[in-house]
């Protein structure tokens, strides 16, 4: 089992600048597939951003590509960030950290490719 906790959320102006960050704990001694998802008021969970269990390997969605950057601090990826720039008031959600042992994913941007989940941080982009 391995547990995972975000920070960073908070309440920024559009344009802006947030950095999150998903630490892992527990089973840690195996190098994960680390991912982050937001879910917006009244809408499904959607994938932003992945890393491969090596840390070489970074994934974005479209919607948010060239303005927001995954990376790990270490070769395990027990501590993740995702840094977001040029923020919008669409960027407004609960971002959560997943994490599996799975290193080859079959849908890197299905919820259920990932086995363990952070309970998430709020950020709100103000217009």
């Known amino acids: 089992q391995v547990q995972l906790v975000e920070s960073g959320g908070g309440l920024v102006q559009a344009g802006g600048s947030l950095r999150l960050s998903c630490a892992a704990s527990?089973?840690?001694?195996?190098?994960?597939?680390m991912a982050w998802f937001r879910q917006a008021p009244g809408k499904e969970r959607e994938w932003v951003s992945t890393?491969?269990?090596?840390?070489?390997?970074?994934?974005y969605a479209d919607s948010v590509k060239g303005r927001f950057t995954i990376s790990s601090d270490n070769t395990k990826n027990t501590v993740v960030n995702l840094q977001m720039n040029i923020l919008t008031p669409e960027d407004t959600a609960v971002y959560y950290c997943?994490?599996?042992?799975?290193?080859?994913?079959?849908?890197?941007?299905?919820?259920?490719?990932?086995?363990?989940w952070g309970q998430g941080t709020q950020v709100t982009v103000s217009s």
């Open positions: 997943a994490a599996t042992l799975i290193q080859s994913l079959a849908d890197r941007r299905n919820e259920l490719s990932y086995d363990y």
């Open positions: 527990g089973r840690t001694f195996e190098p994960y597939t």
């Open positions: 890393i491969s269990s090596n840390g070489r390997n970074l994934y």
